[in-house]
């Protein structure tokens, strides 16, 4: 398979590896973009197999509770000059109002619903695109639900740039939820919990992990006790529960709540952006083709 400059640069973003590490990586793998992180991690070169790391997008993540109902939310537009804008922000409330009363399933029924003021969500999406000048979308949403014994917790980060909505059971201790969610906004794990970890995912950290000691020239009797090792480091790294509580890092997530006599459910955490592509402007490029005209 014929590795392009595109491929290498992906990589490259990905691991933070050289070029021809990536390119070498590439090769190896037959262009296979996970298998060449893989090689890489397993050569030490690249430290992480992070996907969707770079923030691209603009706008902002909102959360909206009402009793025993909450939705978290991420609306982006073009420039952060725009996601800071009142009418941009009043429509992010607006949203907000109507997911939370109507529940649509997915973006694609919550834009075909009809808002109170007789529009659909995408009309009124328009208007406001319209009156700003930029772009804007709906990008997701989750809504979620909690018993009176329960509690949510809602936390917003730097305007709004990271929102984690985060359902406590067993608990109605809404600072306890907060908390935890405050946690979730630092050290963005995937999971709740061990459990949560696929079987497939943990063969392959394992297997990554066993090349990786081979490679640092260690001897084969002790790897297997070594991988078990990393393995664990690789679980407080991803699961919530196993991580180290950032209000006190001497006790993990799991004593914080248990104390609370409570249980984590579930969490949502957006951070804006994730995953989409960020327009690159090359300035230089752009004043010298003006200056060519």
């Given at each position: 398979?014929?590795?392009?400059?595109?491929?290498?640069?992906e990589?490259?973003?990905?691991?933070?590896?050289?070029?021809?590490?990536?390119?070498k990586?590439?090769?190896?793998?037959?262009?296979?973009m996970?298998?060449?992180?893989?090689?890489l991690?397993?050569?030490?070169?690249?430290?992480?197999?992070?996907?969707?790391?770079?923030?691209?997008?603009?706008?902002?993540?909102?959360?909206?509770?009402?009793?025993?109902?909450a939705?978290?939310?991420?609306?982006?537009?073009?420039?952060d000059?725009?996601?800071?804008n009142?009418?941009?922000q009043?429509l992010?409330?607006?949203?907000?109002?109507?997911?939370?009363?109507?529940?649509?399933?997915?973006?694609?029924?919550?834009?075909?619903?009809?808002?109170?003021?007789?529009?659909?969500?995408?009309?009124?999406?328009?208007a406001?695109?319209?009156?700003?000048?930029?772009?804007l979308s709906l990008?997701?949403?989750?809504?979620k639900?909690k018993?009176?014994?329960?509690?949510?917790?809602?936390?917003?980060?730097?305007?709004?740039?990271?929102?984690?909505?985060?359902?406590?059971?067993g608990t109605?201790?809404?600072?306890?939820?907060?908390?935890?969610?405050?946690?979730?906004?630092?050290?963005?794990?995937?999971?709740?919990?061990?459990?949560?970890?696929?079987?497939?995912?943990?063969?392959?950290?394992?297997?990554?992990?066993?090349?990786?000691?081979?490679?640092?020239?260690?001897?084969?009797?002790?790897?297997?006790?070594?991988?078990?090792?990393?393995?664990?480091?690789?679980?407080?790294?991803?699961c919530?529960?196993?991580?180290?509580f950032?209000?006190?890092?001497?006790?993990?997530?799991?004593?914080?709540?248990?104390?609370k006599?409570?249980?984590?459910?579930?969490?949502?955490?957006?951070e804006?952006?994730e995953?989409?592509?960020?327009?690159?402007e090359?300035?230089?490029?752009?004043?010298?083709?003006?200056?060519?005209?």
């Amino acid at each position: 398979m014929a590795i392009t400059a595109q491929m290498v640069k992906e990589l490259r973003e990905k691991t933070g590896a050289g070029m021809m590490d990536c390119k070498k990586a590439l090769q190896e793998t037959d262009g296979n973009m996970e298998n060449a992180i893989d090689y890489l991690r397993e050569k030490g070169i690249a430290k992480a197999a992070k996907k969707s790391d770079r923030i691209a997008a603009e706008g902002i993540t909102y959360i909206l509770t009402e009793g025993n109902d909450a939705v978290i939310l991420e609306v982006n537009s073009e420039t952060d000059f725009v996601a800071k804008n009142e009418g941009f922000q009043v429509l992010v409330k607006e949203l907000a109002d109507h997911l939370l009363k109507n529940k649509p399933a997915s973006v694609e029924e919550a834009v075909a619903q009809t808002m109170d003021n007789g529009a659909t969500v995408e009309a009124h999406i328009n208007a406001a695109i319209a009156k700003i000048g930029e772009k804007l979308s709906l990008r997701r949403f989750a809504v979620k639900t909690k018993t009176d014994r329960d509690a949510f917790g809602a936390y917003l980060h730097a305007g709004g740039r990271i929102g984690v909505l985060t359902v406590l059971e067993g608990t109605t201790e809404e600072q306890a939820a907060k908390d935890v969610a405050m946690h979730i906004a630092a050290l963005n794990p995937k999971y709740v919990s061990r459990e949560e970890v696929s079987q497939e995912e943990v063969d392959r950290e394992r297997q990554v992990l066993t090349q990786q000691a081979l490679n640092e020239g260690k001897p084969e009797n002790i790897v297997a006790k070594m991988v078990e090792g990393r393995l664990s480091k690789y679980f407080e790294d991803v699961c919530l529960l196993d991580q180290p509580f950032v209000k006190n890092p001497d006790q993990k997530v799991r004593q914080f709540v248990e104390s609370k006599g409570a249980t984590v459910r579930e969490f949502v955490r957006y951070e804006v952006g994730e995953g989409l592509e960020k327009r690159e402007e090359n300035f230089a490029e752009e004043v010298m083709n003006q200056v060519k005209k």
